[in-house]
């Protein structure tokens, strides 16, 4: 059973930083991808940042420049580093995973198996 479990999320004032970190237990040796997902009340879920096992990344547009997506496979905790934060990043943030079919870094949510609670961004 995967577990994921998102923190560091918190209020920010806009232009301000924040460092998302999730910790999981996928086993180091697996193919997988690793995503943070975003989601605003009423809208629909919008995959921000992405990586896969060989490090190859993918961001959204609207985040290109300001977030980083990282991972220490020594401590199996994938980080979103979040810099230039605007109001418009104000969402739920979930840590996500797929299984072994895809391992590219994708952005659809609907590709995710694993999902953590989500850590809350808001940003005034």
């Known amino acids: 059973h995967v577990q994921l479990v998102e923190s560091g999320g918190g209020s920010v004032q806009t232009g301000g930083s924040l460092r998302l970190s999730c910790a999981t237990s996928?086993?180091?040796?697996?193919?997988?991808?690793l995503g943070w997902i975003r989601q605003v009340p009423g809208k629909e879920r919008e995959g921000v940042a992405a990586?896969?096992?060989?490090?190859?990344?993918n961001y959204a547009e609207s985040v290109q420049g300001r977030f980083t997506i990282s991972q220490d496979n020594a401590e199996n905790t994938l980080y979103l580093q979040m810099n230039s934060l605007l109001p418009e990043d104000t969402a739920m943030y979930y840590c996500?995973?797929?299984?072994?079919?895809?391992?590219?870094?994708?952005?659809?949510?609907?590709?995710?198996?694993?999902w953590g609670q989500g850590t809350q961004v808001t940003v005034s």
């Open positions: 996500a995973a797929t299984n072994g079919w895809i391992t590219y870094p994708t952005l659809s949510a609907d590709s995710y198996t694993y």
């Open positions: 996928l086993n180091p040796t697996s193919r997988y991808c």
């Open positions: 990586i896969d096992t060989d490090g190859s990344t």
